[in-house]
């Protein structure tokens, strides 16, 4: 499932920000009748990250897939290991509308795996953000628990080589950590 399975014009690439993927995963958890039929179901812990060429959706060397929610990190050859802690997903309205878990696998099992390029974002629906939107769901026969059920994927492997453009949006403490490295170029006016 290639960038030309999407219909997209020419010119045209997928490439979403965390904010428009929290909106895809809230549409499918929801149900809605106009939820994104593009972006595949895929139970990801089978399947090692290089198997994933075919079955998710693929964009700028990223594969994107719907999966439901579980603690289960394991495949054939490896493991999901999460690092550090989950980051909030804000609205344009500053409100949190779900969380990303960056993940890296490791080869071999769990805890003495070879650590990996291949990176994985994990974007969940807040349980504060989907318990607003769960009271007018309800109505509709949906529950809060069918809005975290479900987890939207973003696969890349990083490039050492390259790390200025990957496509990969930075949070703002990231952003602020990485401009300390340039403090030593910056000349101030005197």
């Known amino acids: 499932m290639g960038d030309d399975n999407i219909n997209l014009p020419p010119g045209f690439r997928f490439r ?10 809230y549409r499918k958890a929801a149900l809605s009748p106009c939820q994104p039929d593009f972006i595949p179901d895929l139970e990801l812990y089978p399947y090692d990250p290089w198997e994933l060429s ?12 719907f999966s439901r ?18 980051e909030p997903i804000f609205t344009g309205a500053r409100n949190i509308a ?4 960056l993940l890296v696998f490791y080869l071999g099992e769990a805890p003495e795996g070879d650590k ?6 994990e974007y ?4 504060s953000g989907s318990s607003s939107s769960s009271r007018s769901s309800r109505k ?5 628990r069918d809005l975290t059920a479900w987890v939207i994927c973003r696969v890349y ?9 990957t496509g990969i949006e930075l949070s703002c403490l990231d952003e602020v950590f990485l401009s300390f490295d340039d403090l030593d170029e910056i000349s101030l006016p005197n």
């Open 16 to 25: 979403p920000t965390d904010e428009e993927l929290v909106h895809f995963l």
């Open 54 to 65: 075919g079955k998710a959706l693929e964009g700028d060397n990223q594969w994107y897939f």
């Open 69 to 86: 929610r579980t603690s289960n990190r394991i495949s054939e050859n490896g493991y999901w290991n999460p690092l550090g802690v989950d």
């Open 98 to 101: 779900g969380m990303k878990k």
């Open 116 to 121: 990996t390029n291949w990176m994985m974002q």
């Open 124 to 127: 969940r629906l807040s349980d």
């Open 140 to 144: 509709k026969g949906s529950s809060k």
């Open 157 to 165: 492997q990083r490039n050492d080589d390259d790390d200025d453009d």
